[in-house]
């Protein structure tokens, strides 16, 4: 059973920078793409960036480009997601996801974590 934990989430100033990660057990992690997803209050789940099997290709939703930054540790099991450059409307609660394939694609994917909190202030 595919298991992820979300953590790092809290409240930051505009401009500040918060660090996510998603510990993944259940299957092997290096064999599949991961992704970040967020949900802003009133908004539909939207996509913000994914990471192939083995980090060599990544992509992002064009509000976050040039602002985060995905990646993973396939030792540690760990998925992350650095935000820099935070602004108010990045405010959502963040998730982490995972399906059956290597590569990123944009569909909804299978596996979900129960998600964190990220508020960011002006």
């Known amino acids: 059973q595919v298991q992820l934990v979300e953590s790092g989430g809290g409240l930051v100033q505009a401009g500040g920078s918060l660090r996510l990660s998603c510990a993944a057990s259940g299957r092997t992690f290096s064999s599949y793409a991961m992704y970040w997803f967020r949900q802003a209050p009133g908004k539909e789940r939207e996509f913000v960036a994914g990471i192939s099997w083995l980090g060599a290709t990544t992509e992002y939703a064009d509000s976050v480009k040039g602002r985060f930054t995905i990646s993973r540790d396939n030792a540690k099991n760990t998925l992350y997601l650095q935000m820099d450059s935070l602004k108010p409307e990045d405010t959502a609660e963040y998730y982490c996801?995972?399906?059956?394939?290597?590569?990123?694609?944009?569909?909804?994917?299978?596996?979900w974590g129960q998600g964190t909190q990220v508020a960011v202030s002006s």
């Open positions: 996801a995972t399906d059956n394939g290597k590569h990123v694609v944009r569909t909804t994917p299978r596996y």
